[in-house]
Antibody
Framework: QVQLQESGPGLVKPSQTLSLTCTVS??????????CNWVRQPAGKGLEWIGH???????NYNPSLRGRVTISADTSKNQLSLKLTSATAADTAMYYC???????????WGLGVLVTVSS | QSVLTQPPSVSAAPGQKVTISCSGS????????VAWYQQFPATAPKLLIY???KRPSGIPDRFSGSKSGTSATLGITGLQTGDEADYYC???????????FGGGTDLTVL
């Protein structure tokens, strides 16, 4: 059974760094074909892809966030992390991690974590 | 403004069929696989369709996907009130080197 769980501070002050962790239960994120994504959704709005890290360690980011975002993986803990620097109110959103497992031919999502950027 | 264009809303009666369109360009839909997601209020999105027309295990065959040129379509047959949700298309954009989503379509089953 695959489960993903996001965790991190629900409140971040403007200009600070937003840091989240996604813990994956089940298959390893370091083997097979994996695309480990972070996606966010402001209240009442659509989905916005933040970026991903592949099994190879290669990363790609949303051009609108490039320079502020870093996605990494701790394979020993089967965890993903997201760091978004210089947070502003525009970064307030529900943040999801989503992982594509090639051998399962499926993508699994976490329940999401709400992050508010406010002083 | 989303890179992929979807109608904001569609509606149909129970038991009927509905289609949701997703329009893009050569750099995204035209050259990459399309996925479709279903999202109920206050819940995480769920993968419905991947690689244009494949269903993950557990997704009913009432849901189908197709792609032609720079557009993709999600079809839902035998509509049920439980299908009322937001639906998003997504794909890779080779020019942006980024994944992109459509703006989402709100499905109402009248």
């Amino acid at each position: 059974q695959v489960q993903l769980q996001e965790s991190g501070p629900g409140l971040v002050k403007p200009s600070q760094t937003l840091s989240l962790t996604c813990t994956v239960s089940g298959p390893s994120i370091s083997s097979g074909t994996r695309y480990c994504n972070w996606v966010r959704q402001p209240a009442g709005k659509g989905l916005e892809w933040i970026g991903h890290i592949q099994t190879s360690g290669n990363t790609n980011y949303n051009p609108s966030l490039r320079g502020r975002v870093t996605i990494s993986a701790d394979t020993s803990k089967n965890q993903l992390s997201l760091k978004l620097t210089s947070a502003t109110a525009a970064d307030t959103a529900m943040y999801y991690c989503a992982v594509w497992f090639g051998e399962l031919q499926n993508e699994f999502w976490g329940l999401g974590v709400l992050v508010t950027v406010s002083s | 403004q989303s890179v992929l264009t979807q109608p904001p809303s569609v509606s149909a009666a129970p038991g009927q069929k509905v289609t949701i369109s997703c329009s893009g360009s050569n750099s995204n839909i035209g050259s990459n696989y399309v996925a479709w997601y279903q999202q109920f209020p206050a819940t995480a999105p769920k993968l419905l369709i991947y690689e244009n027309n494949k269903r993950p295990s557990g997704i009913p065959d009432r849901f189908s996907g197709s792609k032609s040129g720079t557009s993709a379509t999600l079809g839902i047959t035998g509509l049920q009130t439980g299908d009322e949700a937001d639906y998003y298309c997504g794909t890779w954009d080779s020019s942006l080197s980024a994944s992109v989503f459509g703006g989402g379509t709100d499905l109402t089953v009248l």
